[in-house]
């Protein structure tokens, strides 16, 4: 396990190296469900906040992940990229932004009822299988 910049530029070295994979940005994001039991999705990564190591993820507000985490704002992502064999398992506390934040063009916003959120990443886990 390494600093936090060092996880960031593996993650961004695994992202360069797999690039020509057309699922590489795509990861899975888990929750904690109202119901207390593990919820989990796949997501796109939308790069990381300017000038820091928070992971930045779009989604619409009535989906159940923003229900969940206002109950449980802790979620972890697991992301694997198949080339290099690594895999990532970040986990953190997650602010969600609401998309009527007043700087939109900075959330590109794909979704009629954005919410705009970002991963705190406080603990990683990192693996290579090559
Ligand atoms: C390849 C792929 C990428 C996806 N990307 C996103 C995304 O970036 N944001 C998102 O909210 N949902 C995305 N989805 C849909 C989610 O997997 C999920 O179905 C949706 O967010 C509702 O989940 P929830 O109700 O548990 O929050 C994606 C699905 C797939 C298969």
């Not at 936090?4 to 990861?27: C, D, M």
């Not at 796109?44 to 989604?59: A, K, L, M, P, Y």
């Not at 953190?92 to 998309?99: A, E, K, L, S």
Request: neutral net charge; proline residues 6%; aromatic residues 14%.
């Amino acid at each position: 396990m390494g600093t936090v910049t060092q996880w960031k530029q593996l993650l961004l070295s695994a992202l360069e190296s797999n690039s020509h994979l057309k699922h590489s940005p795509y990861f899975q994001f888990a929750t904690i469900g109202c119901n207390g039991r593990p919820s989990n999705r796949s997501v796109v990564f939308r790069g990381f906040e300017e000038n820091s190591d928070r992971i930045q993820i779009n989604t619409d507000c009535r989906t159940r992940k923003i229900e969940e985490l206002k109950h449980c704002p802790f979620a972890e992502i697991c992301w694997y990229f198949s080339d290099s064999w690594e895999q990532f398992r970040i986990n953190g506390r997650v602010d969600v932004i609401d998309g009527s934040n007043p700087d939109p063009e900075k959330l590109q916003v794909p979704f009629p009822c954005p919410l705009h959120y970002i991963i705190l990443s406080y603990k990683v886990s990192y693996q290579t299988y090559s």
